[in-house]
């Protein structure tokens, strides 16, 4: 059993073949991040347009160096949101296209959900349940997972989400698009302690979180300098990024108290900062439990772990049998 995953939610085109047997066999993704980096963020429609020139030469070329026939294929899962609409259309209308050409089953994929599982595709992985944090470019969320298909809600962002804040901040500093990895690697040149941002909500009771306030703090900040040197915008970088940190893993802490619960998955572009690993390990290490991160390149936006979902919702046979073309570009996976 075969099952090929395409991703388009947002600007990267991913396309990974995921087999009952050997696994994931194939995994490669397209990313946009020079196109968009000039306007300091995704400009959609561009992103649409992108998607439609390299999704087909993307999924030839993957057939091409696997040397599978497409026939063997059993199933096409696609990303049906949440993401950019103009996006997942291009995936969804493709994906289902395919589906019915092959006269094969097609599976809708929700893209958060897939982020929630792709640690599966790890040799460590955790038993349900268990608590996730899914923190990305457009997500801060706090989730109770009972089991596959089963979510709870605990908390999430009131305003920007974490990814949101970290582009922004990355684009005031003037550094490259995608903001948290920029932020991140001029980060460990920065003084600790140098300046002091706000930690919003970080007393509250609540699961909740709101990196608005910080945003605007820091942007307001910035705009005292009349010029910025490596120095000052390592700083300024160090500062930001333990404020956001701090809230994310003070978080999660209230959550492991009120669910009574140690095991914890982290999920989403975010997840692949290395300060917020190394605190979370921290933090587990002292409840007596575990933390389970995907890795770096299955953080991100990947076909892999569409492919990957689509295999179970396949073996479930949880597929559609239709074919007209949805997208929900505010998909939510909780109860």
Known sequence: MKILGIETSCDDTGIAIYDS???LIFNKTLSQSLIHNKYG??????????HLLNIIKLVKNTFKKT????????????????????????????????????????IPINHMEAHLLSVMMEKKCPIFPFLVLLVSGK???LIYAKKIGKYYLLGESLDDSAG?????ISKE???????????????????LNKYIFPKPMINRKDLNFSFSGLKTSVINFIKKFSFLNFQIKADIANAFENSVIDVLVSKCERAIKKMSLNRLVVAGGVSSNILLRKKLKNLLFKYKGDVYFPRSKFCTDNGAMIAYLGFLKFKKKNFVSNLKIKVYPKWKIYK
């Open 67 to 106: 040397n599978i026939n497409i026939n063997e294929i059993s199933a096409v899962a696609y990303t049906a949101g949440p993401g950019l609409a103009g996006s997942l259309l291009v995936g969804s209308t493709f994906g289902l296209s395919l589906s019915y050409s092959l006269n094969i089953p097609a």
């Open 21 to 23: 047997i050997f696994g």
């Open 139 to 141: 997500h801060t969320q």
């Open 164 to 168: 949101e804040a970290f582009d922004k």
């Open 173 to 191: 500093l003037g550094l490259k698009y995608p903001g948290g990895p920029e932020i991140s690697k001029i980060s460990r040149f920065g003084m």
């Open 41 to 50: 963020g995704i400009v959609p429609e561009i992103a649409a347009r992108k």
